[in-house]
């Protein structure tokens, strides 16, 4: 259903059968593990959280392991503010594993 390396990869799928008796597949609740992370990136100007995952992980579309890390609503927050120091995850795949 989702690529490999998407945030919803290890989340578990689940059928829900409506009242007119049709399955619909999806996937469950994705629980956000708590804020941290074992380095820090310091943000330069026009730091972007894609360039940021390229650069810690090698992978651009890890962004999202970023802004789980760090205790922020807005992700685009953590890249606006030159200066700010971000938590970054450390290796693995992210939920679940």
Known sequence: MFERGSRYEAVPDAVHVDAQGCSIRHKRLRIIPAPGGVAEHVVRQDDRLDRIAHA??????????????????????????????????????????
Do not use: Y
């Open 56 to 97: 810690w992980f090698g992978d651009a579309r890890q962004w999202w392991r970023i802004a789980d890390a760090n205790a922020e609503q807005d992700p685009t927050a953590l890249e606006a503010e030159p200066g700010r120091r971000i938590a970054i995850p450390g290796p693995g795949p992210g939920p679940g594993g």
